[in-house]
């Protein structure tokens, strides 16, 4: 069985993470960084896949008493698909452990609307391994929150001229300008009963596509732990 070589390998992502977090925090506040940490992004992927395929060996060895040598973690764009898929190379499954059959499905991008992540996963690490490493985009984000305004978040330019809001106890002035990166200049003193929240941070967006590479890593590993979790509690 191949569960505790599973949970080493994500104890070593963890600590990946850390590193990569750790870069972002350098990142920044350097603006000369513009891609993080290639390499360890690489060793992520490859060992989020080798924690997949070591698990669906453990199933074709333990739920379908089979023992092969070549098997590859499924991953498809509908039920229907992946239902086909199960049934050619995992004939059984289903009928044999409905719970390990759906702990499979649950991971996969149908399952995963919002933020599909697997396909990506998958694809990225073929790319890694035997291509080249992923390409990065930075971007410097800011955010300004005022409570009872709203929330400005990367606009270009954002003007309040001879405004006011209304509150339970007050009408405040609001007379400035918000830029893109979230400075407030404003010609008048601005109103000290205002409340102002000013965030930046910085995201790497993973190349041909719109996530951001620790969000999408992080994503990556609660998904798969959760599934290993789920999938062990069936074969020990």
């Not at 990946?16 to 750790?22: P, V």
């Not at 893109?180 to 041909?208: C, M, Y």
Request: hydrophobic share 35%.
């Amino acid at each position: 069985m191949r569960k505790d070589d599973i949970y080493e390998i994500l104890q070593e992502v963890d600590e990946t993470l850390l590193l990569i977090g750790e870069q972002y925090v350098k990142a920044h506040e350097d603006k000369e960084i513009q891609e993080v940490v290639k390499v360890k992004v690489k060793n992520a992927l490859e060992n989020f896949r080798s924690c997949l395929d070591y698990c669906l060996h453990d199933i074709d060895e333990l739920v379908l008493n089979r023992n092969r040598k070549v098997i590859y973690f499924p991953y498809e764009s509908s039920k229907n698909a992946f239902k086909t898929a199960i049934h050619k190379n995992f004939k059984g499954l289903r009928n044999k452990n409905s719970k390990v059959y759906d702990a499979l499905e649950s991971v996969q991008d149908f399952n995963n609307p919002d933020s599909p992540w697997l396909t990506i996963l998958c694809r990225r690490t073929n790319k890694v391994k035997h291509d080249k490493l992923l390409k990065q985009s930075r971007r410097d984000n800011h955010q300004v929150t005022i409570p009872g305004l709203g929330k400005f978040k990367n606009n270009r330019n954002v003007v309040f001229e001879n405004c006011t809001m209304v509150t339970d106890t007050a009408v405040i002035p609001i007379d400035f300008s918000i830029d893109h990166q979230g400075n407030i200049t404003s010609n008048k003193p601005i109103d000290p009963r205002l409340s102002i929240e000013k965030i930046d941070w910085v995201t790497f967006t993973i190349a041909n596509t719109n996530r951001d590479v620790l969000e999408f890593l992080t994503q990556c590993r609660n998904e798969i732990g959760r599934m290993v979790e789920q999938i062990y509690l069936e074969i020990g």
